[in-house]
Nanobody, 121 residues
Framework: QVQLVESGGGLVQAGGSLRLSCVASGSIISINRMGWYRQTPGKARELVATITSGGLINSADSVKGRFTISREQLNNTVTLQMNSLKAEDTAVYYC???????????????WGQGTQVTVSS
């Protein structure tokens, strides 16, 4: 059993900041990759930023220089610091984790339920 608990979403004015956190719990051996995706109505879910267990980061061009992703592997936690927010950043943000389970030793992907981020202009 794996659960991803997201927090930090809310309403912020353009130019402001928010910090999203995601904590994975369960019988997890390791998290291979963890990060955030976002989705708006009528649009496909898209990458925001992810980070691997080795610290390699993949992020969308639209957030480079504004968003920073970091991890705390011992706590199975990933944090997305979002600065200089724009109205176009408004979306439901979903945590994603690719992890290895104790029960099988195999890798699986899990999604959080999503947290709303609304940026007003």
């Amino acid at each position: 059993q794996v659960q991803l608990v997201e927090s930090g979403g809310g309403l912020v004015q353009a130019g402001g900041s928010l910090r999203l956190s995601c904590v994975a719990s369960g019988s997890i051996i390791s998290i291979n990759r963890m990060g955030w995706y976002r989705q708006t109505p009528g649009k496909a879910r898209e990458l925001v930023a992810t980070i691997t267990s080795g610290g390699l980061i993949n992020s969308a061009d639209s957030v480079k220089g504004r968003f920073t992703i970091s991890r705390e592997q011992l706590n199975n936690t990933v944090t997305l610091q979002m600065n200089s927010l724009k109205a176009e950043d408004t979306a439901v943000y979903y945590c994603n984790a690719q992890l290895t389970l104790v029960s099988t030793g195999r890798q699986y992907a899990y999604w959080g339920q999503g947290t709303q981020v609304t940026v007003s202009s």
